[in-house]
């Protein structure tokens, strides 16, 4: 989708769509008033025959009206001004884009980007929302599918008008939009790979397919018997009960600067989890594939930072292994020395994430990072506490929490902060090792990321659990590509400071 910002409207564009953002107030602001005026008043005879109110996320397509000069004009509703925000911005957007790409529409043009205030959004975080959400509506997983559909935008150029202070910062916040829009749908894809496709090998051959389209993105993969001869007896407790080998995947971006240390990004990878020898219920377990969207996710933010080649170090690490109760497979009461040197009784194999994850968490500490965020479906405790809107959040260094959290509202891709304390600690008590994997019941997310917090003590840590986001069941079942947009939101606040 080719992007395009200009001052004012064009004269005319082949099979065009112009989108008008209405408020519920009958009132036209910017092209709304003239195709008003030359239309014979059609904009508000629709309002006062309650064809169209303005409703949030209301549509109305119209074709052939005057005084506009593409084919088509889609009215997307906004509801009251007084209470417009972020989130009614986006639930416009996403209306706006669910009609576009059911019709052939080629060319999209729109000037209420430059013409309406909601709240406190700026030009550019409404061009950058509204560019992510047009590409992304058009995505259809079709990677197993014997006959074609859909796979690719129909939308080949959007239009956005800027008044002339903002044309840059208009343009290069579309542009983010759409990497980050791509990047979301990388995530979608890997989630969405059947398991037996999906395997530790396939991401390691992934990672090397994306560095390999970009000079300043490196790769190196760890196997198994490298990763035994690190000490990562964790992670290596998890990827020996499969015949699948375990994978440990870095993808190093360097910035154009070349300068500063890394933002270190680790990703669970488990593949595909049956919980190992403390099984897990057979009910829906054709959905444990999505158990590495934390990867997908690392995956997906890698390759929209080098798409937009961001002035920031960026490293991706993925914990990639399968976990099942094969014959070498690690029982309930099992002890292993972590790469860090501490010991951890497993009292429950199906608490396997934060194993491969705590040996990471060691490795990252070569980069000598900015920061290390961590990005897991790591508990279904995380669920109960949040639903399915939230990603939780903890963390050892207040300021990066906060900047997660900041990137949640920024992005319309939200996470929420859960305590994570010396109180919570001693649930990992154990009489036999360091640690023991799991607390029980009470505090899960909380206890997991306490666990994960003991191998993160020489830097600035943040945890991510997104067991809640990550994916939807039912109809509509499918990997959503969060949290890419709310990491994205974290890079680009770091770039521009």
Not at 455 to 483: E, L, Y
Request: proline content about 3%.
């Amino acid at each position: 989708m080719q992007i395009k910002i200009e001052k004012r409207l064009p004269s005319s564009t082949e099979n065009s769509c112009q989108l008008l953002f209405l408020f519920d107030d009958g009132k036209f602001p910017g092209s709304a008033r003239k195709i008003n005026t030359q239309s014979q008043q059609l904009l508000k005879s629709l309002y006062s025959s309650g064809d169209f109110t303005g409703r949030a996320g209301q549509t109305l397509l119209l074709h052939q009206v005057e005084g506009c000069t593409a084919q088509r004009l889609l009215l997307i509703g906004l509801g009251e001004k007084s209470g417009a925000n972020s989130d009614r911005w986006l639930l416009a957007c996403r209306a706006a884009a669910k009609v576009i790409n059911d019709t052939p529409t080629e060319n999209v043009v729109c000037d209420s980007t430059a013409n309406i205030t909601i709240g406190k959004l700026q030009q550019p975080s409404m061009a950058q929302h509204l560019s992510r959400e047009l590409l992304l509506g058009s995505y259809r997983f079709s990677m197993h599918h014997r006959s074609t559909i859909i796979q690719s935008s129909p939308i080949s150029k959007l239009t956005l008008i800027a008044s002339a202070t903002n044309l840059q910062s208009v343009k290069v916040a579309a542009e983010r939009g759409k990497a980050t829009a791509m990047g979301m749908a990388t995530a979608r894809d890997l989630g969405n790979l059947a398991p037996n496709i999906c395997t530790p090998d396939y991401l390691a051959e992934k990672a090397a397919a994306v560095c390999d389209q970009f000079d300043n993105l490196s790769h190196e993969i760890l196997d198994e018997s490298a990763m035994e001869e690190l000490g990562m007896g964790a992670f290596l407790a998890v990827s020996k009960g499969s015949a699948e080998p375990g994978k440990l995947i870095c993808m190093n971006y360097r910035g154009r600067k070349r300068a500063g240390s890394p933002i270190v990004l680790i990703g669970k990878g488990i593949t595909f989890d049956t919980g190992g020898i403390s099984i897990k219920p057979s009910e829906s377990l054709d959905e444990m594939k999505y158990d590495m969207c934390g990867a997908a996710t690392v995956f997906g933010v890698i390759e929209a930072v080098a798409r937009l080649q961001l002035d920031i170090n960026v490293v991706g690490l993925v914990a990639a292994a399968e976990n099942m109760p094969g014959g070498n497979a690690t029982r309930p009461g099992d002890v292993v020395v972590s790469m860090s040197g501490q010991s951890i009784e497993i009292l429950n194999t199906d608490a396997e994430g934060r194993l491969v994850l705590c040996d990471t968490l060691t490795y990252a500490e070569r980069y000598k990072p900015a920061a290390v965020i961590d990005i897991a479906t790591l508990t279904g405790a995380c669920v109960v506490a949040l639903g399915k809107s939230r990603s939780g959040v903890m963390g050892n260094h207040q300021d990066t929490v906060d900047q997660l959290v900041r990137a949640g509202y920024d992005s319309g891709d939200l996470a929420w902060q859960l305590p994570i304390g010396d109180d919570y600690q001693n649930l990992l008590d154990s009489n036999f090792a360091d640690m023991a994997n799991i607390g029980g019941r009470p505090a899960g997310a909380i206890t997991a990321a306490c666990f994960l917090s003991r191998f993160a003590k020489s830097f600035s840590w943040a945890h991510m659990d997104i067991a809640g986001v990550a994916s939807i069941s039912g109809k509509t079942k499918g990997a959503t590509g969060r949290p890419v947009p709310l990491l994205m939101s974290f890079l680009f606040s770091r770039v521009d400071s």
